[in-house]
């Protein structure tokens, strides 16, 4: 039987991209997958170093230093460090620069910022302090680039998470790490008292027991990023 008419179908058909009720379909898009970023990698030997009057050391020890950041974090809150992530090319591999003190522990170039310091300005200002002549510590000349990754302690001397530690109320310490884009050719200039040191990605790569959680985890940072090995 005949369907009546307010139950009747309505048939669409479709001719090319239009359709009989005089819609538009608009053509789909494919999605494309976002481009790597890209980043450069100048060889080491087109960089300068040297080696400046050694910076003075408190000389404290774990105890006293425990005391005064307790005092500074119950007067200023929560301690931000920033620190810088620079890359460079040996024998076709990345290398990290580190600075090793006493020959013993190793830190990435960088520290604490000052009270309502900003991130950048103060992670430049550090470096200018550690890897730039001693004359010329107004040389905040430093490509910052975006912010790689956060840690977190919950106590000053409990180990970083990545993440904000659970069933804390106040985090005692944020560790930012920063890249930084160098360009083809640079003057470090380091105090005596420090090694600036180039090494390959591969070895500190998931090696906390030499490197500590934070720098060896930096190769695992930077997979997203495309290395461009400049090599003369």
Known sequence: APYPAYRRPRLLRCVGERVDMGLEMAPVEEERSPEQPELQIYPLCRYYFGARDARPCAGETAADRALRLKANFAARGLRTCVHGVL???LSGHPHV???????SSFLLP????????????GLKRKLS???????RNGDHHWQIGECIGMW????????PFPYPPP???????CVKLFLVRLPMARQFVVPRNLKLLAVPLSQIHDNPQVYGPIISGVPNLLSKFSFNLVRD
């Open 152 to 159: 977190w302690r919950s106590e000053f001397e409990a180990r």
């Open 167 to 173: 069933n804390t109320r106040a985090p005692k310490e």
């Open 97 to 103: 620069l580190l600075l090793q003190v006493r020959n």
């Open 129 to 135: 302090s550690k890897l730039a002549a001693a004359d």
């Open 87 to 89: 890359l460079v090319e």
């Open 110 to 121: 960088g520290g604490r910022l000052r009270p309502a310091e900003q991130d950048v300005q």
